[in-house]
Nanobody, 120 residues
Framework: QVQLVESGGGLVQAGGALRLSCAASGSIFRDNAMGWYRQAPGKQRELVAG???????NYQDSVKGRFTISRDNAKNTVYLQMNSLKPEDTAVYYC??????????????WGQGTQVTVSS
């Protein structure tokens, strides 16, 4: 049984920062790529950032230079540091795990989501 549990969401003013955490349990993490998706009201889910099992990262263009994804394999945890937040970053953020070691295709596992709200 794989579980992904997010934490760290909340309400922040524009220009502020938040750090999301995702704790993974079960037979997954070290050899799996991880990522963060988000879904804003009325919009489709979109990949925000991904990190391979080797630590290679990729980002959506709109968050490059502001967000940083990282992973701690000893703690089975992946993080998303979000700086210079904008109102358009408001969304439910989902932690995901891929079946493979690279960020490719549709994630296999999803967390329950954590709300991030950025006020202007």
């Amino acid at each position: 049984q794989v579980q992904l549990v997010e934490s760290g969401g909340g309400l922040v003013q524009a220009g502020g920062a938040l750090r999301l955490s995702c704790a993974a349990s079960g037979s997954i993490f070290r050899d799996n790529a991880m990522g963060w998706y988000r879904q804003a009201p009325g919009k489709q889910r979109e990949l925000v950032a991904g990190i391979s099992s080797s630590g290679r990262t990729n980002y959506q263009d709109s968050v490059k230079g502001r967000f940083t994804i990282s992973r701690d394999n000893a703690k089975n945890t992946v993080y998303l540091q979000m700086n210079s937040l904008k109102p358009e970053d408001t969304a439910v953020y989902y932690c995901v795990a891929y079946q493979s070691w690279v960020v490719l295709g549709t994630p296999r596992y999803w967390g329950q989501g954590t709300q991030v709200t950025v006020s202007s």
